[in-house]
Structure formats: C-alpha cells, structure tokens
C-alpha cells in the first residue's frame, strides 16, 4: 500500500524538490502553498495534493489537517518545511519581523505538530520531520532571530524524540547547510532599520557571501533525498546532516571547545 507524506512549503526550494522526489518513490504527497496560483505547481492526479495555508495560523493548520486526512484516510510522515528567514543587525529587525520570524519558524512546526499527533497516536504510528538548519546548532553575525528559532527547534524535537518514543511515534531533525534554492529571493527579509545601523556595512557583506553560496550550493534534491532517508530510516536517528558544509562546520563545532571554534568562525567571516 502507498504511504503518503505530508509537507508544508512546496511552492519552492526544499519543499519542492522533497514533493517530487516522494512522488517519484510512488508515495501520495500532500503539500501545502502559500497563494491560489501556486496550486497549479503539480499536476492534479489521485497521487498528490496541494492545499492552501498560511502556516502562522494555528485555525488554518487545524483545518488542512483535517482535511488532509479525509483526503489521505492515513498520514505516514509530516515534514515541518515551511521557513522564513530575518536577516540583519539585532538592533534593526522591527517586532512585526521578529514575530513573523517566530511565527513561521517555531510556532509553525508546535501546532502542525499539535495538528497531527491524535492521528499518529490512533494509528499506533507516524514520523514527525522538521527541517532545521546547521544554524540549529552554530551561528553567524546577523542572524540571531533566525538562528534562535532554528535553535528552538532543535530543543523541541530532541525532547519529543523521548516524549513520542513510547507511542512509536518516530521524530527527526534535517540540518541542511549550503543549499541552491531561491531562499534569498523567496523566503529571506532584511532588518527594515539595517541601513541606518552602526553595523550595515559588516551586516551588507556577510549577506552577499550567504547569497553567493547558496547560489553555488548543493542541490536542493539533496535535502530532499536526506528527508526521505529521515522517513524510511532507523527509528533512532534523530539528526540528518545535508551537505558537506553543514558537515564540516558541524564536525569542527562537535569537536572543538566553543571558545575555540568562535574565535575560527570570527576569523573566516
């Protein structure tokens, strides 16, 4: 019998290339958009299924839930994709930005999570997948709401790996690092006050080295390969790290005392 996945985020990037891939293994894909035109991405057919949804509201995520079930009869795999990204100085970001950053990031993945436990439980089965970030566990300039969001993530899908083991309940963390998607064109916001920041021009350069490299990054089939090895793999693995610079830096992270490895970091960026 098919399984199906379901997957916020497919209009683009990971998500995208996650949809395709689990289609292209014969598992029924349900996937979530942000607008009307994007509903037309995928080909209608009985293998897969796109639905509307702004993922920083709670009602909504409910509702798809609900009515990804009806369609589907039983969810195999949820994979928390959806993402924002707010980058600049600390001082610069405005509240509105540093909610929505939470909002999409942290609170997204808690009530898609919340949505979809009741039916793991009842079916005794299920596999919660969150796509986090090398930013999940290392940091960068500039990026401190988007990397304590992918931080937090990190912290509550670690606890829940114990909390969902007794329900058979599997949960799993995809750390991608150096990614080519449109993220910086789709998916990224800039601090609205970073130009007038005593930062800017540090904060300007580090933003344009991140852009270059995610245009020269691995392709984002990769993450998707990683997400579907997350969904058919052993139930104790937690962490799946992407590319080889996440596993670099996270290599060097593991074993280098954090004093060490921030004054490495400072001097390559």
């Known amino acids: 019998m098919n399984k199906t996945v379901f997957i916020t985020g497919v209009s683009s990037g990971i998500g995208k290339a996650t949809a395709e891939y689990f289609l292209q293994?014969?598992?029924?894909?349900?996937?979530?958009v942000r607008t009307q035109k994007d509903l037309e991405l995928f080909t209608p057919s009985d293998s897969v299924a796109l639905f509307l949804l702004d993922v920083t509201d709670?009602?909504?995520?409910?509702?798809?839930?609900?009515d990804v079930i009806l369609r589907f009869k039983t969810i195999d795999v949820v994979v928390?994709?959806?993402?924002?990204?707010?980058?600049?100085?600390?001082?610069?970001?405005?509240?509105?930005q540093i909610r929505k950053q939470f909002d999409t990031n942290v609170f997204s993945v808690i009530n898609t999570t919340?949505?979809?436990?009741?039916?793991?439980?009842?079916?005794?089965?299920?596999t919660f997948i969150t796509v986090a970030s090398m930013f999940g566990r290392i940091t960068l300039p500039f990026l401190s709401?988007?990397?304590?969001?992918?931080?937090?993530?990190?912290?509550?899908?670690?606890?829940?790996?114990?909390?969902?083991?007794?329900?058979?309940?599997?949960?799993?963390?995809?750390e991608p690092g150096t990614i080519k998607t449109d993220f910086f064109g789709r998916s990224i916001d800039i601090a609205k006050n970073m130009n007038g920041s005593f930062n800017a021009k540090y904060s300007q350069r580090i933003f344009q080295e991140l852009k270059q490299k995610a245009q020269t990054g691995e392709p984002a089939e990769r993450a998707?390969?990683?997400?579907y090895k997350a969904a058919t793999g052993p139930a104790?693995?937690?962490?799946?790290?992407?590319?080889?610079?996440?596993?670099?830096?996270?290599?060097?992270?593991?074993?280098?005392?954090?004093?060490?490895?921030?004054r490495i970091m400072k001097k390559n960026v």
């Open 25 to 32: 293994k014969g598992w029924y894909v349900a996937g979530t």
């Open 58 to 66: 709670s009602k909504q995520i409910t509702k798809v839930a609900k």
């Open 80 to 96: 928390n994709n959806a993402g924002y990204g707010l980058f600049g100085p600390f001082e610069a970001s405005t509240e509105e």
């Open 114 to 126: 919340r949505a979809f436990l009741p039916h793991f439980k009842e079916n005794k089965k299920g």
């Open 145 to 174: 709401y988007y990397a304590a969001t992918k931080w937090a993530v990190e912290g509550f899908t670690e606890s829940l790996w114990y909390e969902l083991n007794e329900h058979n309940i599997r949960v799993k963390i995809i």
């Open 224 to 227: 998707a390969a990683s997400i």
């Open 236 to 262: 104790w693995q937690l962490r799946y790290v992407v590319d080889r610079t996440a596993k670099l830096l996270l290599a060097v992270r593991s074993l280098t005392p954090v004093e060490v490895f921030l």
